[in-house]
């Protein structure tokens, strides 16, 4: 079977009111509801969580990161272990990014040229080279559905000049990509570049549009810029955007970014936010953002949040799960990873049932109103103290 | 209803060729079948392990440290949030230990007299005061189903000067444990110390073998000392005690070291062994102890042990768990503790079957011929390095 049979998207309804789109990505491991959360296993595993978790969470889709693969254990180790579906007994679909992000972020060092990047290993500092044929190589021995360009995500800010320059590097290794892809069984997405200038985001739109690709994804969102500029960023995009493919909005997890994603046409989305929050023991409810290590939950006897049907909001407590991540136990910081990214699957659920409703613009303002998002200066600074690039998915 | 009707000890089969015995101790929170391992969740939480994962574990009860949650989160918020059960969500029955092995071996500082121990916290350096009465009054707000005389564990080794005056302490304290405890639906267990010396060891289970107590613990063991002392020293003590009540091997947790132990008519046992090795990579199989890291398992597609039904061995090769152990994913560490605890506790559940088949005698031979015990200097080595003496039960 080529790729245009395995991977259908077919689109199921499309709020009149808004962009919010809802629908199913069929892939070889199951079909995928769209708008989809895909939480991020960098190392073959959603950090602190079984597979049967992350199942039980009702995650349609999970992303795993080649950069990280490939340095340890290997992507050769894992082909022989039969993919990584295998390695890590996930029988759900699977997303890898392409290295790209993580070369330029995460390695020791890099060099980037027109043919590919070579760069340094975080864990030894051994060298190694990307090309975008090698990127597919990867990906190809790591077996996972849906596969990702290779690209350059330009640091932000930029000039318009180096952002040209890599938005055009990243449209010349699409096209290698397309060219080096194999597995029939595999999805290529291209990634659309252009930093935060209008007319390089129409130009990348309009020429990963037109690419012989299953899925189209948004990068270099989210990299510190105001929100209204990366709103703006991503109304461009989906613009010029094919309606029958499947739109993924890369590395963006608040939740008031998911309900804004949506609006403009978004179909999926990864972060490690609800993750690497809930290690830090912040957790998300309906209201916001809470500390679970603040002193006012001392002996607060509710779940995290009230009505909340996640393994942690259903057997315990508010005092109990801050007493453990106080206490630095391991399974205070899984409780609070349960329901973060519980609490984004639900939310995807409920988007998706307000489109199928024609209601999406009430329920976005009605989240909206509520939720009471982190300041951009407190996010700011948290960007700084977590490293918040190092893991993106 | 008295203790004496909440707490009944039925001894249902003794070896005839051995010591050792089965029998069902029964709580307010249930029955204990016999011999039984209790794992140890020192802070309220049996370390990466979720409750539901200790109860599918098959653990019929567990043990939990006064010194660690008296300090933190405190044992007045726990009695504030309905006990130690309802805090941390387990409905089977709880141990706690008394806080006399931790003051000593744990805290900051401290110092001893007739009436009690002066200490400064590990956390924060705070002083506090505990007495046999404050012991007791803890562990009441607690509400585990046993609670644990206060005792002084001598250091190994000590004079017999030493010993002896601990000894007696201990004794003197017991009577106030017994003279202070309150609450009917709490079973009190005495504790044998003595050292390495015979006759005190004789004289102190005689001690409290005449005491109104539930159970008799044996403390001051495996406490660096070879492992034919401890046995000799353990003979010496069962000998002495009643046969008609629990005895309980405190700290006790290297498989060759139950099935010793059960020979000797141990009926309990508690370590922090099996979830501290997991955390650091070790497992156990039927032929010793494995280090998870080592090379020779990073393309091996076999559980930790074949024919193991617990969830690691049930659902992951030792390739992905030693991959995650070398990546320090919190998920590597949850798999091999899940396979250490069962491990031990399908132990116990055979050596129960073998002396109710009285056939104990050739199934204590059988599993020490195949099982290679981790030589003398290389655990010696490790109690150094892991600094045992921190945590234990």
Redesign the interface.
């Known amino acids: 079977m080529s790729p245009t049979d395995l991977f259908q998207f077919n689109l199921t309804h499309r709020d009149p009111a808004t962009g919010a789109r809802a629908g199913f990505l069929s892939t070889p491991h199951g079909d995928i509801p769209t708008p989809v959360f895909m939480p991020v296993g960098t190392?073959?595993?959603v950090?602190?969580?079984?597979?049967?978790e992350v199942e039980a969470l009702g995650a349609a889709i999970i992303l795993s990161n080649t950069y990280?693969l490939y340095l340890?254990?290997g992507s050769d180790?894992i082909a022989?272990?039969?993919g990584l579906h295998r390695?890590?007994?996930w029988q759900r679909p699977i997303l890898t990014d392409s290295g790209g992000f993580q070369v330029f972020s995460l390695s020791a060092t890099n060099t980037i040229d027109d043919e590919g990047v070579t760069f340094r290993s975080h864990i030894d500092g051994s060298r190694h080279r990307f090309t975008p044929e090698r990127a597919m190589a990867i990906q190809e021995q790591l077996g996972a559905d849906i596969v990702m360009a290779f690209d350059e995500c330009a640091p932000h800010p930029s000039t318009p000049e180096y952002t040209r320059a890599a938005m055009n590097r990243t449209h010349r290794w699409l096209e290698r990509c397309i060219a080096a892809k194999q597995r029939p069984d595999q999805a290529l997405f291209g990634i659309v570049q252009g930093g935060m200038y209008s007319d390089l985001r129409r130009e990348s739109a309009v020429f990963v549009a037109e690419q012989p690709v299953t899925g189209c994804a948004i990068g270099g969102l989210g990299v510190g810029e105001p929100k209204p500029e990366m709103y703006e960023m991503l109304s461009i995009t989906t613009a010029e955007l094919p309606t029958n493919k499947p739109r993924y909005m890369m590395g963006i997890g608040s939740p008031e970014d998911l309900i804004e994603g949506i609006a403009r046409g978004v179909d999926m989305f990864d972060c490690v936010q609800p993750t690497r929050l809930g290690r830090h023991g912040a957790a998300w409810t309906p209201d916001g953002r809470i500390n679970l290590l603040n002193t006012r939950w001392?002996?607060d006897?509710q779940p995290i949040e009230v009505g909340c049907d996640c393994?942690a909001c259903v057997?315990?407590?508010r005092?109990?799960i801050?007493?453990?991540l106080?206490?630095e136990?391991?399974?205070?910081?899984?409780l609070a990873t349960i329901h973060n990214v519980r609490f984004l699957i639900r939310l995807m659920t409920s988007a998706r049932q307000a489109i199928m409703a024609d209601e999406y613009g009430a329920f976005r303002t009605q989240f909206l109103e509520r939720f009471q998002p982190v300041p951009d200066a407190v996010r700011a600074a948290q960007r700084e103290a977590y490293g918040r690039r190092k893991e993106r998915g």
Chains 1, 2 share one sequence.
Not at 329 to 334: P, S, T, V, W, Y
Request: glycine content about 6%.
């Open positions: 190392q073959a595993t950090k602190t969580l079984s597979t049967h990280h340890r254990p180790l022989d272990l039969g390695f890590m007994n001392a002996r006897d393994y057997h315990h407590t005092a109990y801050r007493h453990l106080r206490a136990e391991a399974l205070g910081q899984r």
